[in-house]
């Protein structure tokens, strides 16, 4: 090996067969691969055991923390041997790191303990699962005691507050919706007339397009836009609020973050949630419509027709009545897991990725539970 | 200001509280009462729980023993309108200022004035002039929290605080992260407050020139012990403690090593 791969040099020199010192030299960088402290020690204690270990530096033209590194473990190492050593030989500085280093003793905390065992895991796991639900099933309670003060006219909250919310996830949603609900017309209009035209009954297609809009696609596709836009804002907006401490002041203020932070956003999307799915219900049936108009050649006129005879009321009515629902969740949920969140940008992170998960989940979720209500009152 | 000669009932009385996360102790059985017109300090190291008790004191966290008593009322085990009531005597300024931020420094210092008086929306935009005025941001009134300085921030804060007139006032770490002459400024800030309002303050710090500049009393809170292990003035303390860690900290770690005495 040439010295310009290899800088450094190392050779043990026996003074006393008991005595060894290790002659250091050249530079010891960090980047030159320097060698495994653990072979050294094990070389030397090869030939014959040592009881005393010192370092010779006079040839050493240049280190860093590289030989700081190798020294302290081979003290540790040489320690646990129960051989004796000298640091004297290091550099001045090295000696220094090394002192410094040693200044604090290492600190035994909780975290290096071992992993719990799986049974403790399952059991944290579902204290803190039941914990979550009486935390939800709170806040649920708080936000509907607001609503209710709000209905005695005593909620506190900004008007301005309140109209920006309701900008936010209204108007400025429309744009998304509208492609959704287009695209999900388009897509049922296509599935229904490839499978009824087999029957002769293309006409049909109107009728499963505006039942499956009014009933169910429309709230639902509305509500998950919502979750991942608005729900995620929420979550992100109050999380960031609560590591800043602005929800600890409005607490000390007297101000109830429930009903100044979470009633607003509830409000704002308890009234633009039935609008936005009566608009969905409407840009679905276009987009069912434009299939049977223009690819099973069903006369306009004819094609709504149809669809005004297949919805009736009573699916519009519970259509919108689930979006509402699904609005509050959404909100709630968003809410919630903003004010929950910790402390730190990567916190606010975990707690938007979780209003949304949470929020489909429980829309889908309840969906059903409506879809087996509906169907015990026959409706 | 001697506190300790005149005979007055204390304002604030912690008794034996004890803080906890979980079965995570904190700090255990604190002590102490604060009279009318002083600035207690609170004081220790960092993770110390200095911000955990201020926290405890003005009601975001239960305490998980003792209680905290303002003018000899239980504020931990009053009722939600007591609670309330005693609430709106307390003004608390945070560390980062902790200004709403969707709102301009006028809305943020009237939103309490709105809520909780019946003035008008004349009135009140003199009210929170005099007080941003009184803080030296005089003419920042329409600005976002995001558009000025840390220190202003702070002045903010305090100016948010002092809004509803609270004869209490708290202040979490007021000279952290602020250059030496803003965090000056706000001590000189704190003393003429008190001097002018009469106020009662609270004030969480673990910087000496500040401590040793405003403080009429000062508690410590030991991190190793996890309890109170010094209480009274701070040069005193500094000086006759009998509990070398509590000289060292007021000394910055030794009496050679140059502890600042303004």
């Known amino acids: 090996m040439t010295s310009v791969e290899r800088p450094w040099t190392l050779r043990v020199d026996r003074r006393t067969p008991e005595m060894a010192s290790v002659e250091l030299g050249g530079v010891w960088r960090k980047e030159h691969r320097l060698p495994d402290p653990s072979e050294v020690l094990r070389e030397i204690q090869g030939a014959a055991p040592v009881h005393h270990l010192s370092f010779d530096t006079s040839h050493l033209t240049d280190w860093d923390s590289g030989l700081v590194t190798f020294a302290s473990r081979v003290f540790a190492e040489a320690r646990a041997l129960g051989i ?61 005691l607001a609503l209710g003060v709000l209905f005695r006219g005593r909620a506190r909250f900004r008007l301005v507050d309140l109209l920006s919310v309701i900008q936010e996830c209204g108007p400025r949603a429309l744009g998304i919706v509208s492609l959704i609900s287009f695209l999900i017309g388009l897509i049922l209009g296509f599935v229904g007339a490839v499978q009824l035209e087999q029957f002769g009954a293309s006409i049909f297609v109107a009728n499963l397009v505006a039942i499956a809009m009014t ?55 308890i009234l633009m949630m039935p609008l936005l799915t009566i608009y969905a219900d409407l840009v679905g049936i276009v987009g069912g419509a434009v299939v049977g108009i223009g690819m099973l050649g069903l006369g306009p006129t004819e094609y709504f027709e149809q669809t005004r005879g297949a919805v009736n009321l009573a699916s519009f009515f519970i259509g919108v009545s689930k979006s509402v629902v699904f609005g509050v969740l959404v909100a709630l949920v968003g809410c919630l897991r903003g004010m929950q969140s910790g402390r730190s940008a990567a916190a606010v992170g975990l707690a938007a990725t979780s209003a949304v998960v949470t929020s489909i989940v429980l829309i889908i979720v309840m969906d059903g539970v409506f879809a087996v209500i509906l169907n015990a009152l026959s409706l | ?35 009318p017109g002083e600035i207690f300090v609170v004081m220790g190291g960092s993770g110390s729980g200095k911000s955990t008790l201020l926290s405890h004191m003005v009601g975001l966290h239960a305490p998980a023993k003792g209680d905290v008593l303002y003018d000899g009322r239980s504020f931990c085990h009053a009722g939600d309108e007591e609670r309330e009531q005693l609430r709106r005597r307390l003004g608390v300024s945070y560390q980062g200022g902790a200004l709403w931020s969707s709102m301009t420094l006028a809305e943020n ?40 300085s840390g220190g202003m921030l702070k002045r903010a804060g305090v100016a948010r ?66 309890t109170m292990i010094a209480l009274g003035n701070p040069k005193k303390l500094r000086d006759e403690s009998p509990e070398p860690r509590v000289r060292a900290f007021l000394t910055r770690g030794g009496p050679d090593a140059g502890g600042s005495t303004r």
Request: hydrophobic content about 45%; proline content about 6%; aromatic content about 6%.
């Open chain 1, 84 to 144: 004796a050593s000298d640091r004297a030989g290091l550099p001045d500085g090295a000696q220094r790191l090394l002192r410094l280093a040693e200044a604090v003793p290492e600190r035994q905390t909780r975290q290096s303990g071992r992993p719990p065992s799986w049974l403790a895991r399952i059991g944290t796991r579902a204290t803190a699962g039941w914990t979550a639900s009486v935390v939800g099933l709170t806040f649920l309670g708080e936000a509907l």
């Open chain 2, 109 to 148: 210092v009237s939103l309490p004035l709105e809520t909780f008086t019946e003035l008008s929306p004349k009135q009140i935009g003199e009210i929170v002039s005099l007080k941003l005025a009184l803080v030296g941001l005089a003419g920042f009134e329409e600005f976002y929290p995001s558009e000025i």
């Open chain 1, 215 to 269: 009933r169910e696609i429309g709230c639902i596709m509305t509500a998950i836009v919502m979750a991942g836009r608005t729900g995620a804002a929420f979550a992100a907006q109050l999380g960031t609020m609560n590591t800043n401490q602005e929800i600890d002041a409005l607490s000390t203020m007297g101000i109830s973050p429930t009903e100044f932070l979470v009633l607003p956003r509830m409000l704002a999307l």
């Open chain 2, 1 to 35: 200001m001697a506190p300790d000669v005149t005979p007055q009932p204390p304002r604030i009385t912690v008794d034996g509280l004890t803080m906890a996360y979980g079965s995570f102790v904190i700090q255990h059985d604190i002590s102490f009462t604060v009279t």
């Open chain 2, 161 to 226: 605080a002092m809004a509803l007139d609270p004869d209490i006032l708290f202040f979490d770490e007021p000279s952290a992260g602020l250059d030496p002459i803003s965090s000056r400024r706000l001590d000189d800030l704190i003393l003429e407050l008190r001097a002018s309002l009469g106020a009662t303050m609270v004030v969480v710090t673990h910087e000496l020139a500040s401590i040793f500049a405003i403080a009429d009393r000062a508690v410590f809170l030991d991190a190793e012990t996890r």
